[in-house]
T-cell receptor
Framework: QKEVEQNSGPLSVPEGAIASLNCTYS??????FFWYRQYSGKSPELIMS????GDKEDGRFTAQLNKASQYVSLLIRDSQPSDSATYLC?????????????FGTGTRLLVSP | GAGVSQSPRYKVAKRGQDVALRCDPI?????LFWYQQALGQGPEFLTY????????KSGLPSDRFFAERPEGSVSTLKIQRTQQEDSAVYLC??????????FGPGTRLTVL
């Protein structure tokens, strides 16, 4: 079992719709959770961090964390073609060590005009 | 405020050559990380520094890989006797201790 799992996609949504990206993790001791956006040929860009159960909203983005279910998600409201990218889920803490990030393989999002 | 910078952005090496990749972190960031990203995969942790101390090198794939940060700022990742399987994007990230990591643009290494 991979430590951080994501559906590779692609997830296709029409412009203006809500995109829902999901991530599960295996280390119950994980403490910090991050979503990075990566455009093709570019490096990961941090878009959201979440540390406690519940929702965290930032503009069109909402991160949701459920530690009991070991599940973290990212919602993108009013999706735009410019949101088309790979979204990487990353966790740290627990047995992997507090500092280093463990990444999933990413979910490719395609937003069609 | 400048972000994390890396050089070179692209490197082509012949198999068996040594390469050195440089990372200049965000000013004031104590923590520095190296990751390796293969095509279609998420970044994989290589090593971590806090100031000049290398606190975790568990992700370095072999003893051909060596990293240093002698003055607690700029870091160099060195790969000796490069092999084709070393071809990847090498990403550097920096952070304040315990906070979010910010990535540089990466160095794309191609070993022929």
């Amino acid at each position: 079992q991979k430590e951080v799992e994501q559906n590779s996609g692609p997830l296709s949504v029409p412009e203006g719709a809500i995109a829902s990206l999901n991530c599960t993790y295996s280390d119950r001791g994980s403490q910090s959770f991050f979503w990075y956006r990566q455009y093709s040929g570019k490096s990961p860009e941090l878009i959201m961090s979440i540390y406690s159960n519940g929702d965290k909203e930032d503009g069109r983005f909402t991160a949701q964390l459920n530690k009991a279910s070991q599940y973290v998600s990212l919602l993108i409201r009013d999706s735009q073609p410019s949101d088309s990218a790979t979204y990487l889920c990353a966790v740290n803490g627990g047995n992997t060590g507090f500092q280093k990030l463990v990444f999933g393989t990413g979910t490719r999002l395609l937003v069609s005009p | 405020g400048a972000g994390v910078s890396q050089s070179p952005r692209y490197k082509v090496a012949k198999r068996g050559q040594d390469v050195a990749l440089r990372c200049d972190p965000i000013s004031g960031h104590v923590s520095l990380f190296w990751y390796q990203q293969a095509l279609g995969q998420g970044p994989e942790f290589l090593t971590y520094f806090q100031n000049e101390a290398q606190l975790d090198k568990s992700g370095l794939p072999s003893d051909r890989f060596f990293a240093e940060r002698p003055e607690g700022s700029v870091s160099t990742l060195k790969i000796q006797r490069t092999q084709q399987e070393d071809s990847a994007v090498y990403l550097c990230a920096s952070s304040l201790v315990g906070y979010e990591q910010f990535f540089g643009p990466g160095t794309r290494l191609t070993v022929l």
